[in-house]
């Protein structure tokens, strides 16, 4: 790949948990090394504890790694890059003092984004994710998947070339999942935003993503990189398609072993896997 | 047939109201208390609500009462002030700093546990029968319920808040200005509400205790001469303005705690 | 340093900063008696506070007092918990009532009751009625409160999966409702408790003839400092120990 064509440039990162030698060690992601390309999607999937959270946070630079280094573009990433990478993470992250709206420009007051712009900026992401009439409601009156909406939408309105979703929906349903995936869908092919999406779903995987990387069982590493040729946006009869069944197949095989052992781990550590 | 729907629309109507029921309860009270202090007690040792109600101009027209009645209202404000004032900057000061709290959470909960009616006597001495015993003594019942509440509300934080605004690019102060503060609001209002009854307790008990002046003067006074109607009267617009005291900060509270109907 | 040995350095710090705090207090308090010139009828010099209260424990003086607050508390809150709990369970037996009673009786407690203290003391005098009344009447509330609680919320499911199985009214009572109301109504008791003990002491502070609220009093009008802090320590001991065991009961007996 050309090198002003890869967004995110990850080398050798490696991260482990606690001390080496004592009771809580645990080797979360081992020697993983990518390449992302600007505007793909790319999908991290894995059992739990493989690494995939972990190696996301890395990213974002939320978390030092014990080695190597990530690049997004030229820069190296020593910190939080509010103005490159914005996320949204599974657990429910609106203020819950703010309504929808202050929520979102509470993100650009931090970002340091003009006060002039806050309400146009607002109005568009909010619009894009369907929640226009809701802005003036607070996150307790909204339903999960609303919530997420929201938190899409402040992450949107960052305008920044990244977007980090760590399971998104991870505590919804599945119809709203369905629901939430299609519009995403949409809503993402008219960006031209990079993003790294991680899921346990496989199917949310093979219709989101332009590529998944299948992580192995914990210490994680990258075991299988599976494109997706699929034009966006992926239409509802995707899913219902021989293609999309033979990739999901795919991912299953790939990840039936793992998730075994995975959980086998976790039994016998009796410890809390990290994904 | 008319006089059975009569009764179910009455009891239909405490069914569905319990608020006329307390009402008729406390009426019922109020009728055995006059009853029972008409015909059966002592006028002595206790007056009829009527008597008591009827003779509340001339409680508020004893030369002193309405001075020391807002002399204590003055004491109460100026130490609910204080209390916030003091119980929010110590409460900032333990809550946002890991170290601070661990070394000095225990000593406030001590502090906070002690019966300080012990000390009121110091009290007393140390700072006159004057108002400003009275308002110490309010402030240091009123000052402990804010810092703990202020305490909770700051650590309390779900970190995922605070992860998602350092990912955005909060600067320390932002996050204090915009996450931490906001958050601990309605714990705060909690804590003014728990305060304002500690201020309550012991600007009254200064009060009470200081028998050559203010409150407690009038207080011993109706005690000495047998005067339940005037005592009565006197204690019944000090709770009534305890009352709206406490109405007042729980309103505020409502108000403010909204956001936390999660 | 590794983050383990790091945590427990910063707990030692923290743990010496408070010895410090309060080494750093008492000797103010002893600088500010003997070197600074503190008027010794205001703050008496720590080490005549010691010799004070030694002698007091030393001579018994102070068993009479402590006689008299002991008995008042107990009475008071013999009175208090045993009505507060019957009323407590026959409010809770029908929410109507609850929500007939409890907004009352909250409303009630909001009310420093403290404040009828003169008109009880003109009813019953100065002497143990007027504190056991009063004591009594300001600690109902905490139980009969939480007694409602206790009863009235426990969840449905617990009743309905009795019902389900034949249980009987007293069956009921005695193996689902008692052990689902136990701990909220042992917290209110310790509460209960807790301001029996600090209304008796108000109330023996302001209008007494006996109890360690009263020699304090007695003591401070006597000009006699070092005495008066000497019962002053013993009376927050006494009230420490009490409060103490009190909260340890309700938690051996909440873990069962």
Partial sequence: ?????????????????????????????????????????????????????????????????????????????????????????????????????????????????????????????????????????????????????????????????????????GALDEQTRMILGEDLSVLLARTEKTIVFVTHSLGEAVFLADRVAVFSARPGTIKKMIAINEPHPRKPEFVTSDKFHSLRNELYTLLHDEIRKAVSQSAIAGTEAKA | ????????????????????????????????????????????????????????????????????????????????????????????????????????????????????????????????????????????????????????????????????????????????????????????????????????????????????????????????????TKLLGLISILAAMAIVLNELVRRAEVHYGRWRAE | MSARGRSMRNRLLSRAVQIAFLLGLILLWYLATTQWGVSQLLLPNPVAVYHELMNVLSSGEFVPDLKVTLSELAIAFGISSVSGIAFGYLISRSHYLIRVFEPLLAGIYSIPIILFLPLYVLFLGLGPSSKIALGATISFFPIVLNTIAGFGYVDAIFIIAARSMGASDYQMFRYVLVPAALPVILTGLRVGFTVALLSILGSETIASLAGLGHRIVQLAEGMESARMFAYITFAVAIAAILNTAVSTLENRARRR
């Fill in chain 1, 1 to 169: 790949m050309a090198t002003d064509a890869v967004a995110i440039s990850i080398r050798a990162v490696s991260h482990a948990f606690g001390e080496p030698g004592g009771p809580r060690y645990v080797r979360a992601l081992l020697d993983t090394s990518l390449d992302i390309a600007r505007g793909e999607l790319l999908c991290l999937i894995g059992p739990s504890g493989c690494g995939k959270s972990t190696l996301l946070n890395i990213i974002g630079g939320l978390l030092p790694p014990a080695t190597g280094t990530v690049q997004i573009g030229q820069t190296p990433v020593r910190g939080p890059l509010p103005r490159e990478v914005s996320f949204v993470f599974q657990e429910n992250a609106l203020f819950p003092w703010c309504t929808v709206a202050e929520n979102v420009t509470l993100g650009m007051v931090f970002q340091g984004v003009p006060k002039a712009e806050h309400a146009m900026r607002a109005r568009k992401s909010l619009e894009a994710v369907g929640l226009a009439e809701f802005a003036q409601h607070y996150p307790s009156e909204l339903s999960g998947g609303m919530r997420q909406r929201a938190a899409l939408a402040r992450a949107l309105s960052l305008e920044t070339g990244i977007l980090l979703m760590d399971e998104p929906f």
């Fill in chain 2, 1 to 228: 047939m008319r006089q059975r729907n009569h009764d179910q629309s009455v009891r239909a109507l405490l069914l569905r109201h319990p608020a006329y029921a307390r009402l008729g309860i406390i009426l019922v009270l109020l009728l055995c208390w006059e009853i029972a202090a008409r015909w059966w007690i002592d006028p002595m040792f206790l007056s009829p609500p009527s008597r008591v109600l009827g003779s509340l101009t001339d409680v508020v027209e004893t030369a002193g009462v309405p001075a020391a009645i807002g002399i204590t209202f003055f004491e109460l404000a100026v130490a609910f002030v204080l209390s916030v004032i003091f119980g929010l900057g110590i409460g900032l000061a333990i809550g946002l700093q890991r170290f601070v709290h661990r070394s000095f959470m225990p000593i406030v909960l001590l502090l906070y546990g002690t019966p300080q009616i012990t000390i009121l006597p110091l009290f007393i001495l140390y700072f006159g029968i004057g108002p400003p015993s009275k308002i110490a003594f309010g402030v240091t019942h009123g000052m402990f319920p804010i810092i703990v509440t202020v305490i909770a509300g700051v650590q309390n934080i779900k970190p995922i808040l605070m992860t998602a605004a350092r990912s955005m690019g909060a600067n320390k102060w932002q996050i204090f200005r915009w996450v931490i503060l906001p958050h601990m609001v309605p714990s705060f209002f909690a804590g003014m509400r728990l305060g304002m009854t500690g201020v309550l307790l012991g600007v009254l008990l200064a009060e009470l205790y200081v028998s050559s002046a203010g409150i407690g003067y009038f207080t011993t006074i109706f005690t000495q001469s047998f005067d339940p």
